[in-house]
């Protein structure tokens, strides 16, 4: 049987094998591996898109435990296909040992949706499970922080400068100084321009003066992507010259986390994902915080789902815009940046004077850096 034919037979089942032929070893050992991940639907999941009835379970009885199972993906799978049946254990149907079993722990590839789990259920865990998920939590980390890191610094270690720089690349191409010292290069019946020698911007260093950027961060359960890379974020910017970086997180209560900022991985150790949701307590304290008004971000990150006074929340975002605070709500910060929230009261803060939208933490980063800049 051809690579894609055992593709269609295991995406249509055992009823399909008179068109496409049975599988292979291999094959029926992927498709066993599939059935005891997605088969727990019954009707549903992999079967939505059967043509051929239910399916059966293969050799599936001799996957016994979370950690054979995950032993076998890695054994059998691509990297980018362990990490999408990783996330949908975990997400989509809850399989808590993958998350509280240290031995599972230690087989699992970091990433982003392994950590939102991790953040969700390290209150269950054991000394020796929250260890293992530390040292997870610190690697998705790293990486999110050094790629982070990077578009932050290319952001706010360069300005245009209007003199012609020796360094060419794209972003900093000149166009209007480049047609006017090109124009007599102008070729009327082709209509183009030749472009003989082509400026560009340099960048110098900008020195920042000090401002302060406050980081107000809905940790409900649904916020838990936003809440990872807010806490990356801040150390970010934490680090930049200049900058007085401060990080809240609320729920019911709000608790000020600015005193980890320098350190994302004891942030997120702290962060307890769920509880209510009063957004205008936390604005509040963010307001408290303000040393010169002019001078000052906060970026509120939340779905806009006010468990408090939606009354008083707006008074104040209305208060902090008219003293010249540069107020941001943000539906979303993270990698996809895909937002659900309540429109009726975004729209509402945005009538007040606050900047609604969704960002990834790059976008952020480009926002804060122009303010800086004006």
């Not at 076998?72 to 990783?86: A, C, D, G, N």
């Not at 209305?318 to 990698?335: I, K, M, N, R, Y």
């Not at 429109?343 to 007040?352: D, I, P, V």
């Amino acid at each position: 049987m051809s690579a894609d034919l055992e593709r269609w037979r295991m995406i249509l089942g055992p009823a399909a094998e008179r068109h496409t032929g049975g599988l292979s070893e291999e094959g029926m050992a992927r498709d066993a591996a599939l059935d005891w991940l997605y088969d727990r639907d019954g009707d549903h999941g992999r079967r939505e898109i059967r043509r051929g009835g239910l399916r059966g379970t293969g050799n599936a009885d001799a996957i016994i435990t979370t950690v054979d199972w995950l032993d076998r993906i890695h054994r059998l799978f691509p990297k980018e296909t362990v990490e999408r049946l990783e996330q949908d254990a975990i997400e989509r149907y809850e399989i808590d040992d993958i998350v509280t079993d240290p031995d599972v722990l230690e087989r699992v590839e970091p990433n982003a949706a392994l950590l939102k789990a991790v953040l969700r259920t390290k209150h269950l865990m054991n000394p020796r499970v929250l260890a293992a998920a530390r040292r997870l939590i610190a690697e998705v980390v790293r990486k999110l922080t050094e790629q982070l890191s990077a578009e932050v610094r290319t952001v706010f270690t360069g300005s245009r400068a209007r003199r012609p720089g020796h360094h060419r690349r794209a972003r900093d191409f000149d166009l209007r100084r480049t047609i006017a010292a090109n124009l007599k290069h102008y070729d009327p019946e082709a209509g183009r321009i030749a472009i003989e020698r082509p400026h560009f911007h340099s960048r110098t260093a900008r020195r920042l003066e000090q401002w302060q950027m406050i980081l107000v961060v809905d940790q409900s359960g649904s916020m838990a992507g936003s809440v990872v890379h807010s806490a990356v974020t801040a150390s970010c910017l934490h680090a930049l010259p200049g900058l007085k970086t401060h990080l809240i997180a609320f729920d019911s209560d709000v608790v000020d986390l600015t005193g980890e900022v320098d350190d994302p991985v004891e942030l997120l150790m702290k962060v307890q994902l769920g509880g209510g949701t009063d957004i205008a307590g936390a604005v509040d304290y963010a307001a408290g915080l303000i040393e010169n008004p002019r001078r000052t971000v906060i970026a509120l990150i939340t779905d806009f789902r006010e468990g408090g006074s939606e009354t008083r929340l707006i008074h104040t975002v209305g208060q902090l815009c008219d003293q010249g605070t540069e107020f941001l709500g943000l539906a979303s910060l993270d990698e996809d940046a895909n937002p659900s929230y309540d429109r009726a009261l975004a729209g509402r803060l945005a009538s007040a004077g606050a900047h609604i939208g969704a960002m990834t933490p790059a976008h952020l980063a480009e926002f804060v850096a122009e303010r800086l800049g004006t």
